[in-house]
């Protein structure tokens, strides 16, 4: 199974809403509401932002937001922050195998 | 707070099994299922496989031919080890709980294993 498609950087000024997105297929995004994303900076572990398509955790900005539509889910950055600043992945979980399968990452940069 | 450690050798030689432990603290791994996660330098992230705290495995068929995840409850610990390795194989790797998506919880900070080409 081929990683999930995201765009390899997107930016944005402070203050803005940027969208990153993360395409699939029928097999993984389109079939499950199970995608996550995970925000990493620079030399530290993921950590998890979205799950289950559009559910944050305890502790977790409302600032994130994540949608699906079809086979491409998205995570949607609001009042862009300077810590915002990293790398996003995407997942998808699947009853197939592997039951896991990552995006290829966009880094995000704020102006 | 449930909390990862993890520690294993972070330089091995070519044809060398790779040997990590993910202890958790806090909790118990009952009820969860518990992943190894790798990332090359500078490259994205590939799960490896994941176990439950009855032995259950899932691998990615990328890698299942040289991967072994076993678990043991009673020391609330679970292992990866990754036999035949090659430079291919020089990543971080993290362990994480698992269950639909990943949970890095606390403390999970990632090993640096380095295979020399």
């Known amino acids: 199974q081929s990683a999930l498609t995201q765009p390899a950087s997107v930016s944005g000024s402070p203050g803005q809403s940027l969208t990153i997105s993360c395409t699939g297929t029928?097999?993984?995004?389109?079939?499950?509401?199970?995608v996550s994303w995970y925000q990493q900076h620079p030399d530290k572990a993921p950590k998890l932002m979205i799950y289950d398509v559009s559910n944050r955790p305890s502790g977790v900005s409302n600032r994130f937001s994540g949608s699906k539509s079809g086979n491409t889910a998205s995570l949607t950055i609001s009042g862009l922050q300077a810590e915002d600043e990293a790398d996003y992945y995407c997942t998808s979980y699947t009853t197939s195998s592997p039951l896991y399968v990552f995006g290829t990452g966009t880094k995000v940069t704020v102006l | 707070q449930v909390q990862l450690k993890q520690w294993g050798a972070g330089l091995l030689n070519p044809s060398e099994t790779l040997s990590l432990t993910c202890a958790v603290y806090?909790?118990?791994?009952?009820?969860?299922?518990w992943s190894w996660v790798r990332q090359p330098p500078g490259k994205g992230l590939e799960w490896i496989g994941e176990i439950n705290d009855s032995g259950t495995t899932n691998y990615n068929p990328s890698l299942k031919s040289r991967v072994t995840i076993s678990v043991d409850s009673s020391r609330n610990q679970f292992f990866l080890r990754l036999s035949s390795v090659t430079a291919a194989d020089t990543a971080v790797y993290y362990c994480?709980?698992?269950?639909?998506?990943?949970?890095?919880?606390?403390g999970g900070q990632g090993t640096l294993v380095t295979v020399p080409s």
């Open positions: 029928s097999s993984d995004v389109g079939g499950y509401n199970y």
């Open positions: 806090g909790g118990s791994l009952s009820g969860y299922y």
């Open positions: 994480a709980r698992s269950g639909r998506y990943f949970d890095w919880l606390a």
